[in-house]
Each structure stands twice: as C-alpha cells, then as structure tokens.
C-alpha cells in the first residue's frame, strides 16, 4: 500500500510544511510506503536538503516538481501566490491516482491509513466541510444546502476520475476566465467542479480554528448552513485530531510566540524535532484581525454576528460596483 501526499509551497512555506510531513511520517510508520512529492515554487537548495533529510530519516521517498512546469497550462497571472493552485494540476502526475493533498500548515497527529483504504469509486474529492462566508459559496453557483469543503488540511483526490472527467480542464478554463482570480481561489473552483463528485470527511481530518471558536449552532447561523456536524462531533475532533490546521482567524500562527491556538504545542512539538530553528518569533495582526479579535472577545455573539453580516454585505457591494466598471 503506497501513500502518495503533496505538498505545494514557496521557500517561506518550507519550514511548515517540513514540519507537517515530519508529523506525518511519525505518525503513519505502519504504511508500508509513503511518497512526498514537493510542489516546488522555488525553494532554496538549503531548505529542500532539510526536506529530503526528513524524509531519509524515515525510510521514505521525496520528489520535487517544479510548480511551473506542472502549471504551465495556466497562462494568466494571479494575485495570490501559485502555489495555492498547484492541487489543480495534480493529475498531471501520471503515476498517481489517489492523492492526499495537504496545506503546509498542518500538522498530523494520528494514522491516515483509513484515507488510502476508503471507496472513491465516483468521488473527485473527499475533504472537511468549511465555514466559509455565504456570499462566496453563491458566488460558485452553490447553495445552502450544498456542503462546502476546506480544500486544506486534508483532501483526498482521486486523480484517476479527474483525468476521466477532464476536471483539471473545467477548473483551469475557470480560472482563466477571471484572469486569474476565480471567487475563493482554488478552494472555489474545487468545490464548483467536484459538488456532484464529493465526499465528506470526520472533520478529525481538519480541524480548524472556527471549530475552537463558535458552537454547532452557532455556525451554522454565521454561515447560514443547513447541513452540519454535529457538536459531540466537533467535540470528538478536538479532543482526537487527526489533522490540525492552523488558519489564521482570531489566534494568529502556531510559529509566532503570541499565538493563542489552544494545540499550537503540538506544532511546536514537531518543529522541535526538525532540521530548522525552534525558536518562535512575534508575529504581527492586521487591522482587521484585531478588529475581529476585539468584537469576539468583549462583544455579544449577536454583535459578532451582525460584523460577520456587514462582511457579507461589503464582498456583495464591492464585486457589484466592479462588474460596473
């Protein structure tokens, strides 16, 4: 049984996502072979040394692709960092049918084996439902019913069904018809493309910040969602994560010495066991962080609500007032 992972990241990237494939690799020792293939957005020759050095220390297999030559079909520029689209061009990797595809800041605290062993006969993607604003899960063409995924952490692909179904195709044609910047960027046109073709996954599998920071009921009025876990679910992955994601909402980076995230240990745990320095520096918080930090903290949840509505309202404004011009 081969375990085929990828990660797509920039030289700044590469210490996170040494440390999640270091976690990773502790953690599925009973996985008779693992491949790490590097979705490579010029990392420096020092960092991909550590990287192979993690690698060779458990036994396993590294490959680096260069993230231009696997996107090449991509011709427009973007305003997000290339790297963010790199899983769109994974089934430019012949040899590979079946991916689990990770950001780099992840780090993964149990056995993915159930991942590899799961039927995706008629599945383009399995990941973890998102909380996402409502506005941009329309903007897709999606609705409230439908689940929208967290395209990070971790999602499985299955590659084969993506070359049968042309799916790169469709999502690459889509972001070139927004010059680049398709709604929610890779996250967006995954979702569009796979909604019929999608698997849920425990969300053990990705546990994010929103999962710490508001209750079942809670999110699923901030987001207006029909369909949710439940919250002995949510609970259960909290307290048996599989695979933590570290976004950035309200408690700042688990590498910055002032981030709050009540795991960010367990990142500093594998960041110790790494080629790279443990020490944490002060990370700074944009305005609208604090902003969003402030209201959280000393204001009623409907007052948080009603901020979450005027974000809402100011994506619908904007993008009205664009399409005008």
Not at 122 to 145: C, E, M, R, S, W
Not at 254 to 264: A, D, R
Not at 291 to 302: A, D, R
């Amino acid at each position: 049984m081969t375990m085929n992972v990828a990660y797509s990241c920039m030289d700044n990237y590469a210490q996170h996502a040494g440390v999640s494939i270091l976690s990773l690799l502790e953690n599925n020792k009973d996985i008779d072979e693992i491949c790490v293939y590097i979705i490579d957005n010029h990392i420096s020759e020092e960092n991909k040394e550590r990287l192979r050095k993690i690698v060779a220390d458990y036994g396993r297999k590294i490959v680096f692709v260069d993230l231009y030559e696997l996107s090449k079909s991509l011709k427009s520029a973007t305003d997000f960092c290339r790297s963010t689209y790199g899983k769109l061009f994974f089934p430019e990797l012949e040899s590979v049918d079946r991916m689990l595809s990770f950001d780099c800041d992840t780090v993964v605290t149990g056995s993915l084996k159930d991942l590899l062993e799961m039927d995706m006969t008629d599945t383009l993607v399995a990941g973890v439902q998102d909380t996402v604003n409502p506005y941009f899960v329309h903007k897709i063409g999606l609705t409230n019913k439908d689940r929208y995924i967290n395209c990070g952490g971790v999602i499985v692909l299955n590659l084969d069904l993506w070359r049968k179904m042309g799916t790169e195709k469709l999502c690459v044609d889509y972001v070139e018809e927004f010059n680049g910047n398709p709604p929610f960027v890779d996250q967006g046109t995954i979702n569009k493309f796979c909604k019929d073709h999608k698997q849920i996954l425990s969300p053990k599998y990705n546990v994010i910040n929103p999962m710490f920071m508001y209750s079942v009921k809670q999110i699923k009025k901030l987001f207006k969602m029909e369909t949710y876990y439940t919250q002995e679910e949510i609970d259960d992955a909290k307290k048996n994560p599989l695979v933590i994601h570290f976004t950035g909402e309200l408690y700042n980076r688990p590498w910055f010495s002032n981030c709050t995230h009540p795991l960010k240990d367990e990142y500093v745990k594998y960041l110790k066991m790494s080629p790279w320095s443990s020490e944490l520096t002060e990370g700074d918080e944009s305005k609208n962080g604090k902003i969003q930090k402030f209201v959280y903290y000393k204001c009623p949840f409907f007052v948080y609500r009603m901020m979450i509505k005027f974000i809402e309202v100011r994506h619908k404004l904007t993008n009205r007032s664009m399409v005008g011009k």
